[in-house]
């Protein structure tokens, strides 16, 4: 079956560009959304945003200015990447496939979890 | 941005209760709405899409309902293995948000 695995750093400097990688194992990226949600220690989730695997992205307006999500369909892989980040960006960062080839279906397939931390 | 409110944020409940976790929206999602069950340390894990269809492989004392503004999570009877926190879902419009959460704990 399908499974996820976020890769990056744990530790990101304040002011610098956090970047994590999800490689996607045991079926395609090809027609699918895939996503990226975070969440903050103790907190809830955010859903940061998607990318279609043709390239087509939408992000979540509080982090668009900082944010970037890629594919690399070769290596079947998306990436994130949020740039000048502070403390408040600290959390388990989660890749998630969205279910049935929609945005609208929810998201079936998660990683486990990227924990990175803000701090200098 | 669309607001979800989950109530309660924490339920106190005991081994083969009926447990219900209401969704409120702040505008009208038609029945995009899912809801997920998070364990500590581990990812959410869907239960419902679609407000009411059960995800494969999700135990059938799991149901969903609602429409509109207004949805439900039932847990027909608590299971051992139901104790985690529980988050609703919009996927009507973007960004696609979240409820704040609600944790059941055993009694």
């Known amino acids: 079956q399908v499974q996820l695995q976020e890769s990056g750093p744990g530790l990101v400097k304040p002011s610098e560009t956090l970047s994590l990688t999800c490689t996607v194992s045991g079926g395609s990226i090809s027609g699918y959304y895939w996503g990226w949600i975070r969440q903050p220690p103790g907190k809830g989730l955010e859903y940061i945003g998607y990318?279609?695997?043709?390239?087509?992205?939408n992000y979540n307006p509080s982090l668009k200015s900082r944010v970037a999500i890629s594919v690399d369909t070769s290596k079947n892989q998306f990436s994130l990447k949020l740039s000048s980040v502070t403390a408040a960006d600290t959390a388990v960062y989660y890749c998630a496939r969205h279910r049935a080839k929609t945005t609208r279906g929810g998201m079936d397939v998660w990683g486990q979890g990227s924990t990175v931390t803000v701090s200098s | 941005d669309i607001q979800l409110t989950q109530s309660p944020s924490f339920l106190s409940a005991s081994v083969g209760d009926r447990v219900t976790i209401t969704c409120r929206a702040s505008?009208?999602?038609?029945?995009?709405l899912a809801w997920y069950q998070q364990k500590p340390g581990k990812a959410p894990k869907l239960l419902i899409y679609?407000?009411?269809t059960l995800q494969s492989g999700v135990p059938s004392r799991f149901s969903g309902s609602g429409s509109g503004t207004e949805f439900t999570l039932t847990i027909s009877s608590l299971q051992p293995e139901d104790f985690a926190t529980y988050y609703c879902?919009?996927?009507?419009?973007?960004?696609?948000?979240f409820g704040q959460g609600t944790k059941v704990e055993i009694k």
């Open positions: 990318i279609y695997f043709s390239g087509s992205t």
């Open positions: 505008q009208g999602i038609s029945s995009y």
């Open positions: 879902q919009q996927l009507n419009s973007y960004p696609q948000t």
């Open positions: 679609a407000a009411s």
